[in-house]
């Protein structure tokens, strides 16, 4: 590796800013591009990274021409620089009540299942209790929602048990299952279970492409070397359920959205037989001791009710080929 020639040892010139604008370069690849995300010019972006290589006295990129791409070093620094702007963010966090009196604010990422029909109520009784904490949700697809805990672009994580989630704890927080609904005249009203491949047949109402859901049920659907063909897209399981009324097409969706919304529309409900329907939903979060005091408390607050059945605890667990 060349290093960067310098005369002696110095202590790291740099500060959150450098840091997040080299995590921004790192990122889209370019220079030009990180400028852009961190809202500065070009020049005071490559400033940035040129005063961490000199203070460093290595390259943490290898430029060329169609952008830059990490070194070794340039990895290791990455790894730092993460753990070091999350200890910034629990530090300031933990500061708050001291400023603004507020404690702090939790960003919660999750599946279109938890958001739709589990956390609401979970999270509605939490704010009540505590009036100085608030919550930022997001809908991301598991998978994603595993790699944002682990970088630190999110506080917990709620997500169905599927692939990979070592390096992140988890617990349990619900269970749910998939099922499908069609107006009372569809074909497939006539069975009391149905095989997934078997609505690929039929047109589909669904969600909006960006939602948790959609994702899921597309890779199952690639898995059989099929696509879904939808009608129309939607952004509430609301009105799903209302055009799934009118014979549109059939949809999939969590059987409790099934439940709580049956006065909507007139719908048939039929349990799906592919054992990928069968979810269970798990919190996840980075190791429970790093975690601010506020966030380990909103982690309690979310477990199970007493008589909520869910399945065993998973910890550092590594799943099959779901994807959800």
């Known amino acids: 590796m060349r290093r960067i020639a310098r005369n002696r040892l110095q202590p790291l010139d740099a500060d959150a800013a450098h840091l997040r604008t080299f995590l921004a370069v790192l990122e889209t690849g370019t220079i030009t591009a990180g400028a852009?995300?961190?809202?500065?010019?070009?020049?005071?972006?490559?400033?940035?990274?040129?005063?961490?290589?000199?203070?460093?006295?290595?390259?943490?990129?290898?430029?060329?021409?169609?952008?830059?791409?990490?070194?070794?070093?340039?990895?290791?620094?990455?790894?730092?620089?993460?753990s070091v702007l999350l200890q910034l963010e629990?530090?300031?966090?933990?500061?708050?009540p001291f400023a603004q009196g507020v404690r702090g604010r939790v960003r919660i990422l999750c599946n279109t299942a938890a958001l739709s029909e589990f956390l609401p109520e979970a999270i509605g009784d939490f704010l009540a209790r505590y009036p100085d904490i608030d919550i930022e949700l997001e809908e991301m697809w598991s998978r994603q929602i595993v790699q944002a805990i682990r970088e630190g672009r999110g506080d917990v994580g709620i997500l169905s048990d599927c692939g990979d989630t070592v390096g992140v704890e988890t617990r349990s927080f619900r269970s749910d299952r998939l099922v499908m609904i069609t107006a009372p005249t569809h074909p497939l009203a006539k069975r009391r279970r149905v095989a997934f491949a078997e609505t690929l047949d039929y047109p589909f109402v669904g969600l909006a492409i960006d939602s948790a859901l959609h994702r899921y049920l597309t890779d199952q659907a690639e898995r059989l070397g099929r696509a879904i063909h939808y009608r129309v897209r939607l952004r509430s399981l609301d009105s799903v359920c209302r055009l799934v009324g009118q014979n549109v097409g059939l949809s999939i969706i969590p059987g409790r959205a099934s439940r709580r919304l049956a006065d909507v529309a007139l719908t048939a409900v039929r349990e799906l037989r592919d054992d990928w329907a069968s979810r269970e939903l798990l919190i996840c979060t980075r190791s429970s001791v790093d975690l601010p005091g506020y966030v380990r408390e909103l982690v309690d607050a979310l477990a199970p009710p007493p008589g909520v059945a869910t399945r065993t605890v998973v910890r550092h667990h590594k799943g099959g080929a779901r994807s959800g």
Request: net charge positive; aromatic share 4%; hydrophobic share 40%.
């Open 36 to 82: 852009r995300r961190a809202n500065l010019s070009l020049a005071a972006a490559s400033e940035r990274v040129q005063t961490l290589e000199q203070s460093l006295g290595v390259r943490l990129f290898e430029r060329s021409r169609h952008g830059v791409v990490p070194t070794q070093a340039g990895l290791v620094f990455e790894r730092h620089s993460r």
């Open 90 to 96: 629990r530090l300031c966090s933990d500061l708050i």
